[in-house]
């Protein structure tokens, strides 16, 4: 069982920068790969970018490529996403997951363990 604690999300305007942060529980973080996904009111969850267990490859969104990053510190089992050059569109509550695989997935029904999400509200 993993347990996932996504926090960092606040108000923000447009063009400005935001980092998330993930804390897992367990001793064995380096053995999922993770993700970011996110929901904007009145939508169906959406993929924003995933990474492999060693942190070495990473894929993103069309809609975030070039703006966002991911990252993870398994010393700390930390999971990251910042985000630069916000968009207003960006809003939405933004969910961390954790795979049992080590390999990346754009799928949500992949992701076995979720966060609770935390919200980015980007102003115009």
């Known amino acids: 069982q993993v347990q996932l604690v996504d926090s960092g999300g606040r108000l923000v305007q447009a063009g400005g920068s935001l980092r998330l942060s993930c804390l897992a529980s367990g001793r064995t973080f380096s053995a999922h790969a993770m993700g970011w996904f996110r929901q904007a009111p009145g939508k169906e969850r959406e993929f924003v970018s995933t990474?492999?267990?060693?942190?070495?490859?990473?894929f993103y969104a069309d809609s975030v490529k070039g703006r966002f990053t991911i990252s993870r510190d398994n010393a700390k089992n930390t999971l990251y996403l910042q985000m630069n050059s916000l968009k207003p569109e960006d809003t939405a509550v933004y969910y961390c997951a954790a795979r049992g695989s080590d390999w990346l997935s754009t799928v949500m029904a992949e992701y076995d363990y979720w966060g609770q999400g935390t919200q980015v509200i980007v102003s115009s």
């Open positions: 990474i492999t267990g060693n942190g070495l490859s990473t």
